[in-house]
Each structure stands twice: as structure tokens, then as C-alpha cells.
């Protein structure tokens, strides 16, 4: 069994193996997971999320990015799957599609369960995503289903966020989706031979416009998958916001939120929901039972 | 100045000033709160959640169900504001239709900024409902703007979560929406003298129809305000879902969230993130620097 140490080399020189074992060790905190970590090198590698709605084509758009990107570069890849049997049967087309790169020595595929029903990320997501960055790969990405709170933890978790629609109908871009400006580094409009495709990039432009700032305006790309459209300029627009300062001016930011959970997590490792729940369900009918006083007994 | 224990005693007996100072108290942390929440005796007052996109006309739907309730019942209100100006045109607006309660001796508003731009509920959302269950109120309303992580948190607050809907153009749900089967325990479709509407709300009911569990399947209420069509078929659902086992059921479950977020609270009390930041804006760039090393000497 390799020692941590010979893990992380192998890792760092490239190794597919190592790779995949690291992962396996801290998505399921084995013994050394820690270590492992504590003790690795972490590239700069451009980590890229890829949010939006079930359905709006994100596995296919990163399927196509690959391909654009695998005869020179190297590329990780990290799918979270909810763990809802929702989106069961859309997600595994989606995993097909992208298993056709499962030979090719360039691409690297990862799909990890959500934590909870509600579509958050995975626990680990920020482990496993920081030893993908000792991983020599080029880019990663994250592509993650856009429901209740996954989108807003991927963007602090990525150095550049994509948000995918697909075209509907109406004048008004929701107000819902204006909060999306917030997450949003760039916005891909798929499957742009939809009638209302071109109405609708013309409102989330104006929407863009509006709140652009110094450094960045959100672009606003028209992809169609099938026909490999816009797939080139999103590219483009990707390695464009990377090489922004607002790129550079975020990372203390991310690694501050991230050392924030880190502390948190440390400090409520031994603090077991199940049994809270437990302890809670025999208690709650008593009378006077009151939840802050019975939590100050665990800290 | 008055003790904790008057305060306490006062809120019991429906004194709306130490209601509203209870509030203060807790929402500032000033001295005291703690022992405040510890000694309360939290009543079994039903907590009604409203969630959904901005413009869906949640708080003209709340201010109908005051007016329906207003005679013989007392109402808290809890609205929460994003901090984020984004909105803010239209929630001013929202905000001046509640304020014509505020004379009623039986409605108590109180308005809370959100935590963060994100959309998040307030960082005292929990203790201040506790606090309001200590007044002798015969509902609670907390009204949110459904953007990112709010209508998540909600739906682990309230014992009933209403997600509000305005008719949309389109033969299919949102695959997105399909999230909040998870979240809804109502579903309200506003507006509804909308040309799409009774189609949209069919499209509901059968989503709706195909997530229907043995205690509940979750009721499409069709509500134009101005005609105040639909409020007190809403009002009936709601009383409806509190008489279910399912809202029994979820307490526990609920009381376990709420208590795993209160050590969490006191465990994380010492963490200044704003002085992790920058801490860590000046080792950043480093050669070698570990987020995971360096938040270790945090724990």
C-alpha cells in the first residue's frame, strides 16, 4: 500500500491512478486524507463551474469543450450528481455522453453524489477539487445541476462561473434571474436555434450591461451543441476572464470562505446529526424541552 | 432597564414592546440573548414559510391573508430584505402595502436584512422566529425573496412552505422547478387571471400529482389578490397542512437542523472572518502556502 508521500508524487508527475486513489481517500476521509492534504502542492490551475438548470445542456457543453481542448491540454472533470433520483434518467444520458473520453489519456471524469436531496454540492467538493489542482491537469471542471443552493456554492468555489439557459419565451428575463448576476461570470444561452433565442440574449445583454463593473461585463454566448456553435468563442471568453485581474482579486476571498469551512468542519467532526436527531425525537414532546439549552450541552 | 426575566414574562403576556425588544436583543446579540432563548418557552405556534421569485407578489398574497386573518387572530410577520440593493424599488413598494397594518394592535411586521448578497436569510432568522414564539401569536408568516439559498433555508425553518409562482408562457415546467417538489409544501400560482395561467397550473398539478406521498400531495392554489380570489382556499390549505401527521413528523428533523446550527453558531464564535481574510490576502502568494495547514492553527 503506498504511503501518502509516494501518493502525492505520483500525483503530481501526473499519475491517473494516484489520482483517482487520492480522491477515493478524501471523499471518504480515510486514515491520511488529512495528510494528504495538508500536504500537498496546489497548482493554479483554472478550476471552471458549470451551473444551470436540469436540462439546459451542461454535460453536453463540457463534452464539447473537451473535445475542443483534449489534443493539447489536459483535462479533469468533476460531475456532481444529486443524489435525489430526480434527474436520474437525463443525468445517466448526460454520463454517457461524456463516458465516450473515458479512454483518452488527456480527460479525467469524476461523478460525485450531492450531499443532500436539496441539490447542494458534495461535503467534499472543495477537497476533491483541490487535489484535482495537484494533479498537472490544465483545466478542471465542475459542472453542477442548478438547483436551491448548488449554484451559489460553486461560485465560491470556481475562479470563473458559467451559468447555462436554455431560450424562453417572453420579453422579460425573470427577475428571478437576476440574482444569477451575482454567480455568473459568463452566461451561455444553449440551444440557440430555439425561436426565442435571439430575443432572449438580447435582454440578458441589456440585463449584463446594467450591472457591469470596472472589470468585467458578463458576456452573454449563443452555443448550439449539436453543430458546435459558440463553443469556440466560450472558450475564448473563459481564458479571457482568467487572465482579468478579477480573477486574481478573488482568490483570497475563495481561500478565506474555504479556510472558513475547513475550521467548521474540524470543529463539528464529532458532533453526529443522527444522534442529535435521536436525542431531539425522545425529547421534543417533554415539556420545557427548549433546543438552545439542550444544544449548550455539546459545545 | 428591564431584566431578562420581565422581558421574558412580558413577551408572554402579548406586550408588543418587549416583542420588539426581545427582537433587537436577539437579532444585535446583545448581552443577555442568550439567556433570553434559553429561558424561553417556545409555543407551539405554526410558522408559516413564503418563498418565490421577486415579483410573484408574495407580499400582497401575505397582506390578503392579514386582512382575512386580522379580526380574530394575532399575525408576526417576518420579511426579509436582501441587503443587496437590487430589489429594492420593488420591495419598498411591497413593504408600504404591509405598513398598513402597522396600526392593528393585532399584526406585528418587523422587517431583517438578509446575510449576504446571495440571498441567504438573515443569520438570526431562527432565533428571532423562536423569539416570536414566545409572544402569543396564532401565526407566523416569514415572507423571503426565493433567490439562490433562501428557499433551502426556509423550507428547514417552517413548518408549512409556501413557494409562490407567477404563469409563465410554455408547454413544460421548468425542469428547475422540479427542485422545489422538495421544498413546497403549497404551491401558489399568482396572477392567475394570466392568459397561461390555467395552463401552467395544470402543468403543476400533475408534477405535483407524480411526487404525491402517502401523507400529502402538494395542493395548486390559483390567486388573483386585487379580486382577493384564492386567499382563503390558500388559508384552508394551510390549516390543512398543519392538521396533517407531516408537519408533526418533520418537527424533530427540523429541531435537529435548528440545534446542529447552534453549536455551529457557538462553536464558530471566535472566527473573525474578516481577520482570516486577511490574514490570508498577505500569505497568499507565499510558495507553499496550505489552506489546509494554515487553518489548523485556527482549531
Not at 473537451?66 to 430526480?86: C, E, T, W, Y
Amino acid at each position: 500500500m503506498a504511503s501518502i508521500s509516494e501518493i502525492l508524487k505520483n500525483l503530481q508527475q501526473g499519475d491517473v491512478k494516484a489520482l483517482a486513489r487520492a480522491i477515493t481517500l478524501v471523499e471518504n476521509e480515510i486514515t491520511g486524507s488529512i495528510s494528504l492534504l495538508e500536504k500537498s502542492n496546489v497548482l493554479n490551475t483554472p478550476v471552471i463551474g458549470i451551473t444551470g438548470p436540469p436540462g439546459a445542456g451542461k454535460s453536453s457543453l463540457v463534452n464539447s469543450l473537451i473535445n475542443l481542448l483534449k489534443q493539447k491540454s489536459k483535462i479533469g472533470v468533476i460531475a456532481v450528481d444529486p443524489s435525489s433520483p430526480f434527474n436520474l434518467g437525463s443525468l445517466l444520458g448526460d454520463r454517457i455522453r461524456l463516458s465516450e473520453h473515458f479512454n483518452n489519456s488527456n480527460v479525467f471524469i469524476r461523478s460525485i453524489a450531492t450531499r443532500g436531496s436539496l441539490g447542494g454540492l458534495s461535503d467534499k467538493i472543495m477537497e476533491i477539487t483541490d487535489v484535482m489542482r495537484v494533479f498537472p491537469f490544465d483545466y478542471i471542471f465542475i459542472e453542477t445541476v442548478g438547483v436551491g443552493q448548488s449554484e451559489v456554492e460553486i461560485a465560491g468555489l470556481a475562479d470563473t462561473t458559467i451559468v447555462v439557459m436554455v431560450p424562453e419565451a417572453g420579453d422579460e428575463i425573470q427577475t428571478m434571474k437576476a440574482g444569477l448576476m451575482e454567480i455568473a461570470d459568463i452566461f451561455v444561452v444553449n440551444k440557440s436555434d430555439h425561436v426565442d433565442a435571439d430575443r432572449f440574449a438580447k435582454n440578458l445583454k441589456s440585463l449584463s450591461a446594467s450591472h457591469m463593473t470596472r472589470e468585467w461585463q458578463i458576456p452573454v454566448v449563443k452555443t448550439i451543441v449539436p453543430e458546435n456553435e459558440g463553443i469556440t468563442e466560450l472558450l475564448t471568453q473563459i481564458q479571457r476572464h482568467q487572465q482579468t485581474d478579477i480573477s486574481n482579486l478573488r482568490r483570497p476571498y475563495l481561500l478565506a470562505e474555504k479556510c472558513w469551512r475547513i475550521i467548521q468542519k474540524e470543529k463539528m467532526k464529532d458532533i453526529n446529526k443522527e444522534k442529535l436527531l435521536k436525542d431531539i425525537s425522545t425529547l421534543v414532546s417533554d415539556k420545557g424541552f427548549n433546543v438552545y439549552r439542550f444544544a449548550r450541552t455539546y459545545t
